[in-house]
């Protein structure tokens, strides 16, 4: 164990706080901060010190246009060590040098081996890899080595962290200061509670809840819930343009080529033409699908999701992505997608769409896998996944899966969805770019095969849980319907939405009982 000479003088004491607090003073660079906080956090022996290293890190990402050096970082690293062990009386530097060496490891493997293996280049694509990393996915072989060895780079400098006794510079206000956000701590929006303990009350799920005020948000109309769900007979946009591919080429790139199309052909702003003082003016600067777009957001506990500020990822249009969209549906009704985890903007970027597929493997550990039995399937506010899309489920029927009549299992051997009677919330390409939608199923999955395939296999084992009085869990490895699970550890205070004082005063009966286009 290394400890402090007792019979350190007066003088000793304020030098060695100097060169721990300015950790390299000379040096300032962006390296330098990041790699001075975690050791100094080291030091104290901060509790929060994983949670702060990892803020650290996104928070670089999101402020500077150019990606972190990681040789530099690393002698950063062993910069701040040295001045650790100097500050410190250290008899000899080499006596930290674990230390170092388990610094330096755990940035190899989150800001080299990660991205090399995974091929991503761009920060916006680097932030959510380790964001990703950071929850506890493991939705790809890889992602599930790396999340191992991430872990035992933690456990190893949390062994060391409590084997040292070192001089620590910041007082104790300092260490468990929380990162605010410059408009202060979050406040509860009373119209927000009003409307949310209605639904409750109306027997709404959260879940479903949080979706349509993202939705209505994301539109700053409350008109927006009121429209017709997207179906085969809504007309393409006009105006939207691809104008080529995101580095991983499969995602295109879009822009709005021409404005007054957009705004005379998109169903949820083509009948808008004024909004109030509170409002964001989505008309002349409207949101669009934006693949691997997310809401702005900072790692402040506070930070609200922003829909209306472009998040860097490579595109200049406003708009999100599917798993964008859910993660912002849950995260506005307070809806936890990790126990044990505070809710916080920034985890929009950690989860794609394949995380949702083994939910409780990627760090989901607030969602399950629904079974269908014999009076129940899917319900409003399950979440669908497979690989590349993720939706909420908006509205269910009476009979969702279309299979009343069936009777024998030759039966469900024929369903289809074109029976189907449920509307999918979700952010997708739909109609040449809409973005944000709610639209008919039965329409929708005539346009997405994966989605179509998965969706009747359940309705398969639905309609045999029907005829056959039986419960059934499907796990069909390609698709997966999860439920968040409503419990205690599982819920707590919502993420706010930049602009949702322009919908505070929408009816509350625009939330429960939109049109639907069946029985």
Request: aromatic content about 6%; glycine content about 6%.
């Amino acid at each position: 164990m290394i400890k402090l000479n007792s019979t350190m003088s007066l003088i000793s004491i304020v030098t060695s706080m100097f060169f721990l607090s300015a950790c390299s003073h000379e040096n300032h660079s962006r390296e330098n901060l990041i790699a001075g906080k975690a050791v100094q956090d080291i030091a104290c022996k901060n509790q929060d010190f994983e949670t702060r290293f990892w803020d650290a890190l996104k928070t670089d990402i999101l402020e500077q246009p150019t990606l972190i050096s990681v040789e530099d970082l690393k002698k950063a690293i062993k910069a701040n060590v040295a001045d650790l062990a100097f500050a410190n009386k250290v008899s000899s530097p080499s006596d930290l040098s674990e230390l170092s060496l388990a610094l330096e490891k755990l940035i190899d493997h989150l800001l080299r081996d990660a991205p090399k293996a995974e091929q991503v280049t761009t920060a916006q694509e680097i932030l959510g890899l380790i964001s990703a990393i950071d929850v506890g996915d493991r939705s790809t072989p890889f992602r599930s080595t790396i999340q191992d060895l991430v872990r035992e780079d933690f456990a190893a400098i949390s062994k060391l962290m409590a084997s040292y006794n070192l001089h620590c510079s910041q007082s104790a206000e300092q260490l468990n200061q929380k990162v605010k956000e410059e408009s202060a701590a979050q406040k509860i929006n009373a119209e927000y509670e009003l409307r949310k303990s209605q639904a409750l009350a109306a027997g709404m799920p959260m879940s479903v809840f949080g979706q349509r005020w993202a939705f209505a948000t994301a539109y700053q109309s409350c008109q927006s819930l009121e429209l017709p769900s997207l179906s085969a007979e809504t007309p393409d946009i006009q105006g939207i343009s691809i104008v080529g591919k995101h580095p991983d080429g499969i995602g295109n790139k879009r822009i709005v080529a021409n404005l007054s199309e957009v705004q005379a052909t998109h169903p949820y702003i083509k009948e808008m033409n004024r909004y109030g003082s509170s409002c964001f003016d989505v008309r002349n600067n409207p949101l669009i699908y934006d693949y691997g777009g997310k809401p702005s957001a900072t790692v402040a506990e506070s930070s609200p999701l922003n829909l209306f500020k472009n998040n860097g990822d490579g595109t200049s249009v406003l708009g999100i992505d599917c798993s964008g969209f859910v993660f912002t549906s849950m995260a506005a009704a307070g809806l936890k997608l990790k126990s044990g985890r505070p809710l916080k903007a920034s985890d929009s970027w950690a989860w794609g769409s394949t995380s949702y597929l083994e939910p409780q493997n990627n760090g989901l550990t607030c969602l399950d896998k629904i079974s269908v039995t014999a009076n129940e399937s899917i319900k409003a506010g399950d979440i669908v996944a497979v690989h590349g899309h993720v939706l909420i489920i908006d509205r269910a029927g009476e009979d969702p899966f279309g299979i009343h009549s069936a009777s024998s299992e030759q039966d469900c051997e024929g369903v289809n969805s074109k029976k189907f009677n449920f509307v999918i919330a979700q952010s997708s390409p739909s109609i040449d770019g809409v973005g944000i939608n709610h639209f008919e199923a039965r329409d929708y999955l005539s346009t997405s095969v994966k989605m179509n395939t998965g969706l009747q296999k359940y309705a398969y084992y639905a309609c045999l849980a029907k005829v056959n009085n039986k419960t059934y869990r499907p796990n069909l490895g390609t698709m997966s319907i999860v439920r968040h699970r409503g419990t205690a550890d599982c819920l707590a205070t919502r993420v706010t939405l930049s602009h949702e004082e322009c919908i505070q005063t929408c009816n509350m009966s625009t939330f429960l009982n939109p049109p639907m286009n069946y029985k």
